[in-house]
């Protein structure tokens, strides 16, 4: 079944064949991590020690990745990454996702990173709303500062850690406020976590816990930040560059695989050998300066009782042979019991998770192989699924399997097994069929069940706090005795498929509403008082389904029929309904939602299917509804041209103004008659990702000097540009047929290329290359330095109020150096900033004009901004209306 909304698929760069493959496959090409010898010399590495580090920064992005490869898989201590965010309000280079969208993209990239690097993640319930220059906004106006310190110590009291790493120093040289943020709440949490008054409502389900050291990993992203370093005396120096034998890499290379990771965020990065020094100081805890654990015992002997666990994992990493791992087997077994008695004695999570290693251990050695697949990824509460559980034993030691269960879902039935021992490489398999229960919830991710509170996610289930995603929707648990010793091996029931280009994947069991509604996302605009029909598609996510729909709609708003009915034969089968809505005659602004009843039971959500190459499908439900605003806007442009950039869906906001628009591809560009336009666009970072632009931009400003209008979006200056977008992941299908990222080779035609441009204007203009030169709030005073510019009159009146109701922020990347033959337009800054007169810029050209903006009118028009469509008509017209 592939449910609707499903992401066109992109050309995938080509992957190297080297040990990188079995080591640290791409994610979502393999969705493997490691296996064989090296899986199982680590693990044993792993279960003889003790120590912990938890590293806390901000955003996806932000960690150390170096510094994690080498905790995790160089020093074999367990190592978490805590972002605060899930990345919600950065850009995406590799489709048009934004907000609730881009984070779950985001925390995945996250997920991904971190089976390479081999740290687990975390993430509080903070909202990343976009760049921030103080910390003062962030946890003064923006996020609830209590909350979110209270998320950072519930992750420390659950995690355990010795060592508390902090990316940033909490000062304004971290740049970022959220930056400085992460940092300020981590020093807070060292402390409050060890406090039984701090947040006592934790203590029903964790106990207080004090980290022994805080320490930070001093940032050295730049020239200036280095020479700093190099003045603080008693640093600890690592080098991140050491080679480890074991893994065939060195961490510095293992990071760049790991990095690489973050796509939508254009993070490839090299992967490079030779020295990498990162340097860290102690800010709380005995000082440390020779090793991040010194004097922390961070072996067994810490365990009272633990001595003889220790030796006994000794002999068997001792006992390790490559050939026959089965070997290890009885010393495994061994330690077992005795492990097992001193995690029921203290109660110690810690040792509960190294008995668990231990048990995968065991059967790793044992050549014991496990799974629990599903017949289909996506079910409807009420329907049904088979589950085939599969054990195997690939090795000559003596495996049998017990039983198995299932767990997770209500009614979950039996999995009659009789206890039988394994035949070598033969797998025995047992399938039931799984009823979902009616009342099953949809598999909705955690964070997103519930309305937010302002810039933090509203989330029930204290438990659930924390985790990067939601817990399986049914669980497989076998029972096993290897050689002799019994063992507990736990599996997600997930849905195993080929695929004709990557091979063979996975994807979460998904639990969805019957039918989808395909209606909302970006707003619904009426630029005069017509009736406009909207199309309502319905789709099927499970067999035959029949039913209605309705529409509720703001006062002074009508639609008509007042109900549609609608059957569906079968899964994935589709039909329109269609209504006719009619506007009130003044501005409005409100909500329209479409409801559809199924057997008595009410739909009110899509089902929208977010799908890349690098990370598992991922299912959500956003609600079948959109913004729906009345507003007057008039148009001088009626054909416009669009040249798509990273992904953005100003397209959709330009044809709800009235215009026809046209996507403009590399043969448009070469030697198409660009004179049938009015005006002609590009879009969010298009100067970017498209050659075939930056190659023909002369013929952009020939078209603006025979009396055409061009407008250039921001972008992002780059030492040597490239076009990423060829290849660079998949790609969502824009509502419109906006296409993106690597969807966008079909529309260049050409290669990436490094043609160099001096600016992107007829004279010279230079883009900021610095987070300084942006205005981050969005409520931040807009005025006009050149008030008589017809632009700013004609046809729509712009004044003061059509900057009212911003989301995120007013700009990026404005312009620094520019021409004087420009006129800038707006002017706007940051409370307490100097004047930034750089974010649009405007000149006649010829008989055209030219203007350059860097306001984010990509965040704007989708939301329905009521004045970003008038300025924006205005734009569209300026040629038109300097005359």
Not at 213 to 235: D, V, Y
Not at 412 to 441: F, Y
Not at 808 to 816: I, S
Request: include cysteine; charged fraction near 20%; glycine fraction near 8%.
């Amino acid at each position: 079944m592939s449910l609707h909304r499903s992401r066109l698929r992109a050309a995938f760069l080509a992957l190297s064949v080297t040990l990188l493959v079995c080591l640290f496959p791409a994610p979502g090409l393999s969705q493997r991590s490691l296996s064989g010898e090296t899986k199982l010399r680590l693990m044993l590495d792993e279960i003889g020690n003790l120590g912990s580090v938890m590293m806390i920064a901000a955003h996806p992005d932000d960690e150390n990745t170096a510094l994690l490869a080498y905790l995790a898989r160089g020093r074999h201590v367990r190592t978490g990454y805590l972002s605060l965010t899930r990345g919600e309000g950065g850009q995406n280079l590799i489709g048009s996702e934004q907000s609730d969208e881009l984070g779950i993209i985001r925390t995945q990239e996250l997920l991904a990173a971190r089976k390479i690097d081999g740290a687990e993640q975390y993430f509080t319930r903070a909202i990343d709303f976009g760049f921030t220059k103080t910390a003062d906004e962030t946890l003064g106006t923006k996020w609830p500062r209590e909350k979110v310190l209270g998320d950072v110590v519930w992750a420390i009291r659950r995690f355990r850690p010795d060592v508390i790493l902090l990316r940033f120093t909490g000062t304004p040289r971290d740049g970022h406020g959220q930056h400085q943020a992460s940092a300020i709440l981590g020093k807070e949490a060292f402390t409050a976590a060890a406090d039984p008054n701090r947040f006592p409502e934790q203590l029903k389900y964790v106990k207080t816990w004090q980290a022994q050291r805080l320490m930070t990993n001093l940032p050295s992203f730049n020239e200036e930040q280095r020479k700093e370093i190099e003045k603080i005396a008693g640093k600890l120096e690592l080098d991140l560059g050491a080679y480890s034998p074991e893994l065939g890499y060195s961490y510095n290379e293992i990071a760049g695989m790991s990095r690489s990771q973050h796509r939508s965020q254009a993070m490839g990065t090299a992967e490079r050998r030779g020295a990498a020094p990162s340097y860290l100081v102690t800010d709380r805890g005995d000082k440390a300066r020779k090793d991040i654990f010194e004097n922390i015992n961070i072996g067994w002997s810490r365990v009272p009782g633990g001595a003889e666990v220790a030796i006994l994992l000794q002999q068997a990493t001792a006992a390790f042979i490559p050939a026959h791992p089965e070997a290890v087997v009885p010393l495994l077994s061994k330690a077992r019991p005795k492990m097992a008695a001193l995690a029921r004695s203290s109660n110690d999570p810690l040792l509960a998770r190294k008995l668990e290693q231990l048990d995968e251990a065991i059967a790793q050695a044992g050549g014991v192989w496990v799974e629990a697949v599903s017949d289909k990824y996506a079910v409807t509460p009420g329907g049904e699924f088979k589950v085939t559980l599969t054990a195997l034993a690939r090795n000559p030691a003596q495996v049998t399997l017990s039983g198995a269960r299932l767990s997770g879902m209500a009614g979950a039935p039996t999995v009659a097994i009789t206890a039988a021992q394994l035949t070598t490489n033969k797998p025995s398999q047992h399938s039931v069929t799984v009823k979902v229960p009616a009342s099953q919830p949809l598999s909705q991710p955690y964070w997103l069940r519930m309305p937010k509170e302002g810039a933090m996610y509203s989330v029930a289930d204290l438990e659930e706090v924390g985790r990067p995603e939601n817990a399986p929707v049914l669980t497989a648990e076998f029972q096993l005795k290897v050689g002799g010793t019994e063992i507990t091996l736990k599996r997600p029931v997930e849905h195993r498929y080929v695929d004709r280009v990557y091979g063979e994947l996975t994807r979460p069991l998904a639990i969805v509403p019957a039918v989808a509604l395909e209606f909302g996302g970006s707003a619904l605009v009426f630029a005069d008082s017509n009736p406009r029909r909207i199309q309502v598609p319905v789709k099927s996510n499970g067999g035959k389904a029949g039913g209605e729909v309705r529409l509720t709609v703001p006062a002074g708003w009508r639609y008509a029929p007042q109900v549609q009915h609608f059957e569906l034969g079968g899964t994935n089968e589709e039909t329109v309904v269609n209504f006719d809505l009619t506007p009130p005659p003044g501005e409005s602004d409100g909500r329209v939602s479409a409801i559809a009843t199924v057997n008595s039971r009410q739909i009110t959500v899509d089902t929208s299917v977010i799908e890349y190459p690098h990370f598992p499908a991922q299912t959500l439900f956003p609600a079948a509804e959109s913004r729906l605003v009345r507003v007057e806007v008039k148009t001088a442009a009626k054909r416009v041209g669009y040249v798509v950039g990273a992904g953005d869906e100003v397209p959709i906001a330009l044809r709800q103004m009235g215009c026809e628009v046209t996507l403009l591809d590399r043969e448009d560009l070469v030697q198409g008659d660009l004179s049938r336009f009015d005006a002609i666009v590009t879009g969010v970072r298009a100067w970017n990702t498209r050659p075939d632009l930056r190659a023909n931009h002369h013929r952009l400003f020939q078209y603006a000097e025979e009396g055409g209008t061009v407008i250039v979006q921001y972008n992002v200056p780059e030492a040597n540009p490239r076009g990423r977008a060829a290849g660079g992941g998949g790609t969502r299908a824009a509502p419109a047929g906006v296409p993106s990222g690597g969807a966008l080779a079909a529309i260049t035609g050409a290669a990436p290329d490094t043609t160099q441009l001096e600016h992107m204007g007829p004279y010279p203009l230079q883009e900021s290359r610095d987070n300084k030169d942006r205005v981050t709030v969005e409520e931040a005073p807009v005025v006009f330095p050149n008030p008589r510019l017809p632009l700013l009159h004609a046809p729509n009146e712009i004044t003061s109020k059509d900057f009212e109701g911003w989301i995120q922020e007013r700009g990026v990347n404005f312009a620094v150096e520019w021409d004087p033959r420009y006129v800038s337009v707006l002017e706007s800054h940051d409370p307490g900033e100097k004047p930034m007169l750089g974010g649009m810029l405007y000149t006649r050209y010829g008989k055209g004009a030219y203007i350059f903006t860097a306001y984010s009118w990509f965040r704007q028009l989708p939301a329905g901004v009521p004045g970003a469509y008038r300025v924006f008509a205005n734009m569209l017209s300026a040629a038109k209306t300097q005359q």
